[in-house]
């Protein structure tokens, strides 16, 4: 799996463009991040929320989770993967 230090920061500064909001591009964003696309994505929304003390989540297990559930999409189906 990538690691995110792998990534220039331009490329996640464009990736990340409206992360929050209905324009965001997760074609775009996936593209560049690839199969850390999910646990990424996932982790940034539970960080912005602060749902990781909220609901007392550890860090790593939301990682670990996301990065379960990643493994299980189809990589061939743009509109079913990760």
């Known amino acids: 799996m990538a ?6 920061q331009d490329q996640l ?11 965001f591009d997760c074609f775009s964003f996936c593209s560049v ?11 940034q929304l539970f960080q912005n929320y602060d749902l990781l003390s909220k609901f007392h989540i550890p860090t790593e297990v939301l990682y ?5 559930i990643s493994q299980g999409y189809f990589k061939e189906n743009p509109y079913h993967n990760q």
């Open 13 to 23: 500064d464009q990736a990340l463009e409206n992360f929050d909001e209905i324009q």
């Open 33 to 43: 991040m690839m199969d850390a696309s999910l646990p990424f994505m996932v982790s």
């Open 64 to 68: 670990n989770f996301s990065k379960d």
């Open 3 to 8: 690691d995110l230090q792998d990534f220039g």
